[in-house]
C-alpha cells in the first residue's frame, strides 16, 4: 500500500521558517518524482516544488523561489521541503505527492498524502 506521510506543518510567524517532511512507503522511492502542492482554503490547488528521487533535479514555482528549498533523503525514503522567510499568503494545506511520470501538474500527481496544515501569522 502507498503511503505518504507529511509532518512539520503549524503556527508561525511571518518571517520564520518551517520544514516539513514527507515519508513514503510502498513503491519503490527511486522511480518517482515526489512534490509539494498547497491548497489555501477557496482557491485551486497550487504547485509548490517537485523533485525527481532518481536524479535529484528539481521544479520550483515562481511563489517561492528563493525562499523554499526541496530536498530528499533516499536513505530515508523522505523528501523535505524547506521553508524560510514565510509570508501570512503561504498559509495552507500542504500535500506531499508521488508520480511515476516526473513532475505533473498540481492536480495530476497519481498519489497523495494526508495533508499538514502550515499557517503564518502577520
Known amino acids: 500500500e502507498v503511503q505518504l506521510v507529511e509532518s512539520g506543518g503549524g503556527l508561525v510567524q511571518a518571517g520564520e521558517s518551517l520544514r516539513l517532511s514527507c515519508a513514503a512507503s510502498?513503491?519503490?522511492?527511486?522511480?518517482?518524482?515526489i512534490g509539494w502542492v498547497r491548497q489555501a482554503p477557496g482557491k485551486e490547488r497550487e504547485g509548490v516544488s517537485c523533485?525527481?528521487?532518481?536524479?535529484?533535479?528539481?521544479y520550483t514555482y515562481d511563489s517561492v523561489k528563493g525562499r523554499f528549498t526541496i530536498s530528499s533523503d533516499n536513505a530515508k525514503n523522505t523528501v523535505y521541503l524547506q521553508m524560510n522567510s514565510l509570508k501570512p499568503e503561504d498559509t495552507a494545506v500542504y500535500y506531499c505527492?508521488?508520480?511515476?511520470?516526473?513532475?505533473?501538474?498540481?492536480?495530476?500527481?497519481?498519489?497523495w498524502g494526508q495533508g499538514t496544515q502550515v499557517t503564518v501569522s502577520s
Open positions: 523533485i525527481s528521487t532518481r536524479d535529484g533535479s528539481f
Open positions: 505527492a508521488a508520480d511515476p511520470f516526473g513532475c505533473p501538474g498540481p492536480d495530476e500527481y497519481e498519489f
Open positions: 510502498g513503491f519503490t522511492f527511486d522511480d518517482y518524482s
